[in-house]
Nanobody, 126 residues
Framework: QVRLVESGGGSVQAGGSVRLSCAAS????????MGWFRQAPGKEREFVAA????????LYADSVKGRFTISRDNNVNTEYLQMNSLKPEDTAVYFC???????????????????WGQGTQVTVSS
C-alpha cells in the first residue's frame, strides 16, 4: 500500500493552466503505473490520463488529449498533470491513482487501481 497526496488544485479562468502534483510515500514508486482520474458533482469518476512505470508510455482520455500532459519523476516519487487550455467542463475533483504494475498495458478503469489520493479540487470559470 502506498500513500498518495495530491496538490496544486485551485480556481482558474477558462483558457488558463494548472499543474497538479501527486507525491507517493514509497521507495518502490518505479514499480507503479500511475494515473489521474476526475469526478464532477453527480457524475462517475472518469479516467483522465495514465503513465507507465518508466514514463515511456502515456494514455489520455479523448476529452483532454492535446491539452493535458502527464509526467513523472521517479527520483522524487512524484507524478504530475499539466493542464492547459482549461474549460469549464474540466471542473472536478482530481484524484491520482497508483497500480503496482510494470507492464505496458495502461489501465483506464478506477477498479484497476488500488491506491488513491484524497483528491484536489480544480474549478474553471467561464
Amino acid at each position: 500500500q502506498v500513500r498518495l497526496v495530491e496538490s496544486g488544485g485551485g480556481s482558474v479562468q477558462a483558457g488558463g493552466s494548472v499543474r497538479l502534483s501527486c507525491a507517493a510515500s514509497t521507495v518502490t514508486f518505479d514499480f507503479y503505473t500511475m494515473g489521474w482520474f476526475r469526478q464532477a458533482p453527480g457524475k462517475e469518476r472518469e479516467f483522465v490520463a495514465a503513465i507507465s512505470w518508466n514514463g515511456g508510455i502515456t494514455l489520455y482520455a479523448d476529452s483532454v488529449k492535446g491539452r493535458f500532459t502527464i509526467s513523472r519523476d521517479n527520483n522524487v516519487n512524484t507524478e504530475y498533470l499539466q493542464m492547459n487550455s482549461l474549460k469549464p467542463e474540466d471542473t472536478a475533483v482530481y484524484f491520482c491513482a497508483g497500480d503496482y504494475y510494470r507492464g505496458t498495458r495502461l489501465k483506464t478503469l478506477p477498479r484497476d487501481y488500488r491506491n488513491w489520493g484524497q483528491g484536489t479540487q480544480v474549478t474553471v470559470s467561464s
